[in-house]
């Protein structure tokens, strides 16, 4: 992952709100006191379960609806206020493009040409994201996931210095995620600053250099992956050899700061101390003779560590009131 702690920020947020409806109790507070800060040449991820906040949030980074209340910037200028010269060097790619259905994919690039400065040629956009011997095909052709490239294709025209992505492999393959998340990393490594939101929590491991967790409209954890892991326990699996029978809550090594849970003869072990607590295990498995069958040891994964963090949030974060729903 990319050290940007020097870098200067590509995009800063403060104190950011957004309301739908209404002043008071009538209305529904969407984001609720965003503080963001994402530096240049950074894969930022914003993560956070349906109705967190991440859509409504974007689209205020992105200068598409103005904020209720608090400041953004993009490479130093208000995205809202000031749309005509930040446009120009932002890319995005909204969770939905929206095309004609009735063009094709290369008069789809070109019209959105047009409206671009500097633009790179469509077929080189269009090959970027494996398109190009789809140019011809009628955007109501395309399958969905053909459709989410299309999307990442029109985004990429300008060659931005801060990229959008909303979503950006919903709805594709294995082997064409793959690809898309292959052109994300040669384009952070070409200095463009990337902010993506995803439910992929394995997109967000493999890309980011650092990441939000969002809960009703606020920022509940933060930091690298290996930041926001820490202090989740890892977990050590195994069974017990037929001699030795269903656990029973004896015999194992002392194991300090661990849980033991027992399924029959299959053990699980969650501890704070991984290298420590399976040193202490295989070597009393040593000792004793004990082969300890189908052993599988490893460190928390960012998908336990959003979910704990998520349910802890909720048990602390009391619920607003309502009118439609946060995106």
């Known amino acids: 992952m990319n050290d940007t702690s020097h870098r200067e920020p590509a995009v800063e ?29 950074e894969l930022f991820a914003l993560l956070g379960t349906n109705g967190a906040g991440k859509t409504s949030s974007m689209e205020l980074i992105e200068g598409l609806a103005a904020p209720t209340a608090g400041t953004v910037r993009v490479l130093g200028r208000d995205p809202y206020r000031e749309r005509t010269a930040v446009r120009q060097r932002i890319g995005i790619m909204l969770q939905e493009g929206g095309f004609p259905g009735d063009l094709t994919v290369a008069e789809t690039g070109r019209t959105w040409t047009g409206l671009t400065s500097g633009a790179r040629p469509v077929d080189e956009a269009l090959e970027l994201v494996g398109l190009l011997d789809r140019r011809r095909v009628r955007v109501k052709q395309l399958s969905g996931g053909e459709r989410r490239r299309l999307d990442l294709a029109i985004a990429l025209l300008g060659r931005p210095e801060v990229l959008f992505l909303d979503e950006p492999t919903t ?5 064409a995620r793959a690809a898309v998340w292959r052109l994300v990393r040669e384009l952070r490594e070409q200095g463009t600053t990337v902010l993506l939101t995803t439910h992929y929590l394995e997109e967000a491991e493999e890309l980011a250099d650092r990441l939000a967790i969002m809960h009703r ?25 037929e001699r030795c029978g269903a656990y ?21 072990v969650r501890t704070p101390t991984l290298q420590a607590t399976l040193t202490g295990l295989l070597g009393w498995a040593a000792h004793h003779g004990v082969a300890l069958g189908g052993l599988d040891a490893r460190s928390a994964s960012l998908e336990e560590a959003f979910l704990a963090i998520a349910a802890d949030a909720a048990e602390t974060t009391p619920a607003p009131s309502l009118i439609g729903n946060a995106r």
């Open 13 to 41: 947020a403060a104190g950011l709100h957004r309301r739908y409806g209404p002043a008071g109790a009538a209305g529904f507070d969407a984001v609720r006191g965003l503080d963001l800060t994402v530096h240049r040449g």
């Open 171 to 175: 709805g594709l393959d294995p082997e």
């Open 217 to 241: 409209g606020r920022v509940v954890a933060g930091g690298t992956v290996a930041e926001v892991i820490a202090g989740h326990p890892s977990r050590i699996t195994f069974e017990l050899p």
């Open 248 to 268: 029973d809550g004896l015999g194992l090594p002392a194991m300090p700061g661990a849980e033991v849970a027992a399924d029959g003869r299959r053990i699980t």
